[in-house]
């Protein structure tokens, strides 16, 4: 008898570790396959963005760093990096993308206070907007708070539907890209930001991640994380412009 039940549960055994083997061969094939026909899909519907301008704003710069890392990273200049690669790859999709700032600088005049110089550098971030006629606003920050909290996070003023469309489009794909959040779009109240309380035009802002844990930190300041970050706001931002954003009567 014990050799009958050994083997059946040999054969049992081999056959299990097959059934494994082939379920997460075909899972990571799966998982693969769904990763190239998401890319291509956005890589197809890229010419939604062609001719639309888009204003892509590093927050801080200058004297302004922002918040800074357990490491010493500075806001500022994560920002403006992850920026510049979400402006790459807009451009080439053929959009007219508006940067408020290339380089390590702030939009204000010297000689006035801190808070002077805070409050002329996001008026001239919202003039610089308006100015371009710019279709859409992606504001760049990353968030500080305590040590354990991680992930990518999009917000959108309260009263926008389609800023609320944009922002959910944009952490969807984040979420997707990146593979390490769960973090959903949230609304911001107008009175929280200068910026969502001026602009008319559909306002999504990124926070990239905490700077603030130092694991994070080590990966935000990763350029090849940051082309991933930048990809996912461009793959947000064109399903955007391909989706039915205007069902929303707004
Ligand atoms: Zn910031």
Redesign the pocket.
């Known amino acids: 008898m014990g050799r009958v039940w050994f083997g059946v549960y040999r054969i049992n055994l081999k056959a299990m570790v097959t059934v494994i083997v082939l379920a997460a061969f075909i899972y990571t094939a799966y998982v693969y396959a769904m990763g190239r026909i998401a890319t291509e899909t956005i890589s197809a519907m890229s010419w939604a963005v062609s001719n639309q301008v888009i204003v892509v704003d590093p927050?801080?710069g200058g004297p302004d760093g922002?918040?800074s890392g357990p490491s010493g990273t500075l806001?500022k200049d994560l920002?403006l990096a992850v920026a510049q690669k979400l402006s790459l790859v807009l451009s080439q999709a053929g959009a007219a993308v508006v940067m408020t700032r290339e380089t390590d600088e702030d939009l204000s005049s010297e000689g006035k206070s801190i808070r002077e110089r805070k409050k002329e550098d996001m008026q001239n971030r919202a003039k610089l907007a308006i100015d371009s006629k710019a279709d859409l606003y992606i504001g760049i920050?990353?968030n500080s708070f305590g040590t354990e909290w991680t992930g990518a996070q999009t917000f959108y003023k309260a009263s926008s539907a389609k800023g609320e469309v944009l922002a959910k489009a944009i952490q969807g794909e984040l979420r997707r890209t990146l593979k390490n959040t769960e973090r959903k779009a949230k609304p911001l109240a107008e009175t929280s930001s200068y910026i969502l309380r001026t602009l008319d035009i559909p306002t999504a802002i990124v926070e990239v991640g905490f700077i603030s844990n130092p694991k994070e930190e080590k990966l935000l300041n990763d350029p090849a994380y940051q082309q991933r970050i930048a990809w996912g706001i461009y793959a947000g931002i064109v399903k955007y412009f391909a989706g039915p954003k205007d069902d929303l009567g707004q």
């Open positions: 927050g801080h922002g918040a806001e920002n920050q990353a």
